[in-house]
Antibody
Framework: EVHLVESGGGLVQPGGSLRLSCAASGFTFSSYWMSWVRQAPGKGLEWVANIKQDGNQKFYVDSVKGRFTISRDNAKNSLYLQMNSLRAEDTALYYC?????????????WGQGTLVTVSS | QSVLTQPPSASGTPGQRVTISCSGSSSNIGSNPVNWYQQLPGTAPKLLIYSDYQRPSGVPDRFSGSKSGTSASLAISGLQSEDEDDYYCAAWDDSLDVYVFGTGTKVTVL
């Protein structure tokens, strides 16, 4: 069974940083693209970034480019999101999600999310 | 601002058929698989339909997907009270290089 568990969320001041982690199990982590998706309170879903199996290709939504960095450690079955220069509009529940082995296909499994609140 | 447009709400009585539309463009729906998600507020989304019309194992055949050109649709037949959730379409956008979600549709069972 695919299992994704996020951690690292919390309250941070505007301009601050946080690092989110996602522990994956139940599948061959190194065979899949992986994504981060967020959902602001009461709002819809917004894809944030994804990363190729070997970590050599990454894509980001424009609103986080230059501020967020996605990375992975296949030896530890873990996905990360380094978030810098945080803004109030980054406040959201952040989901770790499994993509397909193929690019530009489907996000199929999701974790339960970790809440990031950016506020002074 | 999402590039995939859905109606904000849809409703029906138990047993009815409800259809949700998803309108996009040639760079997303027109060239990539469309996926649909079901989300009970406060919980993680669940994949309902992938590759335009495929159902993951465990998803009832009451749910069906279709696509034509730059639009896609999700149909729920035999509507049940537990279908009262939020529904999102999604597809990769080749111009933006992002995975775009629809604006979301809240389904109400009357």
């Amino acid at each position: 069974e695919v299992h994704l568990v996020e951690s690292g969320g919390g309250l941070v001041q505007p301009g601050g940083s946080l690092r989110l982690s996602c522990a994956a199990s139940g599948f061959t982590f190194s065979s899949y693209w992986m994504s981060w998706v967020r959902q602001a309170p009461g709002k819809g879903l917004e894809w944030v970034a994804n990363i190729k199996q070997d970590g050599n290709q990454k894509f980001y939504v424009d609103s986080v480019k230059g501020r967020f960095t996605i990375s992975r450690d296949n030896a530890k079955n873990s996905l990360y999101l380094q978030m810098n220069s945080l803004r109030a509009e980054d406040t959201a529940l952040y989901y770790c999600a499994r993509d397909s082995p193929r690019p530009r296909d489907v996000v199929d499994y999701w974790g339960q999310g970790t809440l990031v609140t950016v506020s002074s | 601002q999402s590039v995939l447009t859905q109606p904000p709400s849809a409703s029906g009585t138990p047993g009815q058929r409800v259809t949700i539309s998803c309108s996009g463009s040639s760079s997303n729906i027109g060239s990539n698989p469309v996926n649909w998600y079901q989300q009970l507020p406060g919980t993680a989304p669940k994949l309902l339909i992938y590759s335009d019309y495929q159902r993951p194992s465990g998803v009832p055949d009451r749910f069906s997907g279709s696509k034509s050109g730059t639009s896609a649709s999700l149909a729920i037949s035999g509507l049940q009270s537990e279908d009262e959730d939020d529904y999102y379409c999604a597809a990769w956008d080749d111009s933006l290089d992002v995975y775009v979600f629809g604006t979301g549709t809240k389904v109400t069972v009357l």
